[in-house]
């Protein structure tokens, strides 16, 4: 059964406060849902932290794009360099590979909390709560528990609802889309979905 969410975590925006929130991004695609709505009352800032991507190449040009779009919408954004902390991103997937998407949710939303708790914001939250690719419960339960780990609320909302409009206006504005999570797992996966996908063609004559 669905966990049933609190008040505060299905509180939808409905007028500007002065409430501070600060919103861990992961490209500039999945943020333009999110801080539509955010921006309706909060003072957000994005800030981006994401020691999963690979390759260096690929992580540039996703940071790039974020920074274009921040830049467009007038949002302030923040970064920690990731690549420093890829190799520890690393050894700990490896640890566990069977849970490596959570892995890789906790360390990343981790990092956003406590830099939310100590510079004072009073919610931090996630655009991968924007991507109908993630494992949604798990992300709203991990940002949950280290916002209370942390002293910080997480801010909780379904992004997902704005998929399709985020896909439209990425798509208009001509941003770079990623076609694989981030990870070199997850490259690796892809990698060889694509391989298999051109056997199948090949055996059967391009049909």
């Not at 669905?2 to 409905?14: A, G, L, V």
């Not at 406590?114 to 993630?134: F, H, N, P, V």
């Not at 940002?143 to 997902?160: A, K, N, P, Q, T």
């Amino acid at each position: 059964m669905t966990e049933k969410p609190t008040e505060k975590s299905t509180e939808k925006p409905t007028e500007k406060s002065n409430d501070k929130l600060l919103l861990h991004v992961c490209c500039g695609p999945c943020s333009i849902y999110p801080l539509e709505l955010l921006n309706l009352r909060f003072k957000t800032t994005c800030y981006f932290y994401n020691p999963n991507i690979y390759p260096e190449s690929e992580y540039r040009r996703r940071f790039e794009t974020m920074k274009i779009y921040a830049d467009y919408a007038g949002i302030k954004l923040e970064y920690n360099k990731a690549g420093d902390d890829f190799n520890d991103f690393i050894f700990a997937i490896s640890e566990n590979k069977a849970k490596r998407c959570e892995i890789c949710y906790m360390i990343r939303l981790d990092m956003t909390a406590q830099k939310a708790a100590i510079e004072g914001y009073d919610y931090y939250s996630t655009t991968l709560l924007y991507s109908i690719y993630m494992d949604h419960q798990k992300v709203k339960s991990i940002g949950e528990s280290l916002g209370e780990l942390h002293g910080v609320d997480f801010y909780y909302s379904d992004f997902r609802e704005g998929w399709r409009k985020g896909v439209e206006v990425s798509k208009e504005m001509g941003m770079y889309r990623q076609n694989y999570c981030g990870c070199i797992y997850s490259l690796e996966d892809r990698t060889e979905r694509l391989k298999m996908k051109e056997q199948k063609k090949s055996e059967t004559g391009g049909r």
